[in-house]
């Protein structure tokens, strides 16, 4: 059976290599596959759920869509297209925000690690962030979203929302309700410098992450100042809970060689941290440079990047409208 994939990247800058072993790979992985029909969305509406500077943002979403197709996305077979452009999005949003419960919301710990502690100051929109994300993967009829691990429970959101609408307004099946794409391995990537937290772009510390616009002596530097501990590389998997900065170089390791976790630990039983970090750096190099190549190359043909996003929403828009009316006539409008 032909998928229906749908997946967003906020366009916030510092893409890193958790976006790109969480998300990004595997969306290439469904891009080349020929029965999929993928879209691949820039999501700035989600983005300004927290500020930003509009010269920024512009130049983000320009550099999201590049990084989409440095790192293998065909623009000819998968849609790429920027969420604003398509105001199905935002209308989809507000119609779901009002059959999905106060309650579900609550549960979201996305927002209350985003919004700390001050959640009265946090806006509205990263609040309902979760129902605006169920609006972008319901116009479209998808079937399979892949996400990182942290995007989980959104996902089992949108299926509720799915359920509900579908519920209320008597119309079976009438939103697809879709299945998550989660890597069981190596699905979370965390930070450099602390590996209990997910590595983030808006870490303030670039030595917490790899960002895939990284040159070569930026990446060796930051796997060098990577925390690790005074202990040798482990013998088995067994330790590795006392030792998580450990446990995700190895993780980071075992992705991109694409082998398991096992097979890395034997591979550098009992030596010194020095070697196994030399040996990462260079996977690491060897698969981030020639996109962090491309990224830059992109970027400089500002023209041929806008036209990949206005053919991708005009695309978008012709399935996302002929799914809204169809929306506006179930709820009476
Ligand atoms: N550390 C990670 N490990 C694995 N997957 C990750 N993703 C993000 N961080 C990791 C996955 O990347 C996709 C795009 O994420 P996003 O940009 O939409 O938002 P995010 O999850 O909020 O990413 P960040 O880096 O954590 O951004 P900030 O710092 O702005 O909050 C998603 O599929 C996500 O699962």
Redesign the pocket.
Known sequence: MSKKIF????P?G???L??Y????KNFVELNNNKDNQCIFCV?DL?AIT?KQDPKELKQNIRETAATFIASGIDPNKSIIFNQSAVSAHAEAAWILSCVSKIGWLNRMT?FKE?AGKDKEKASIGLYSYPVLMAADILLYDSTHV??????KQHLELCRDIAQKFNNDFNAVNFFKVPEPLIQNKF?????LKDGTK??????PSDLS?INLTDKKDEIINKIKKAKTDDQLMPESAKNLDSRPEVENLLGIYSSLKNQSLEKSITEFKRKNFSEFKEKLSDIIVDKIEPISKEIKKLLDDKNYLDKILLDGSNKASKIASKKINEIRQLVGF
Request: aromatic residues 0%; charged residues 20%.
């Open positions: 997946s967003g990247v906020q916030t510092n893409l890193h958790g976006n072993l969480g998300a990004i999501v989600h927290v996305q985003k892949p996400v990182g691990d942290d995007q699905s979370r990537i965390m930070s997910k590595m983030s772009k808006s870490d992450r």
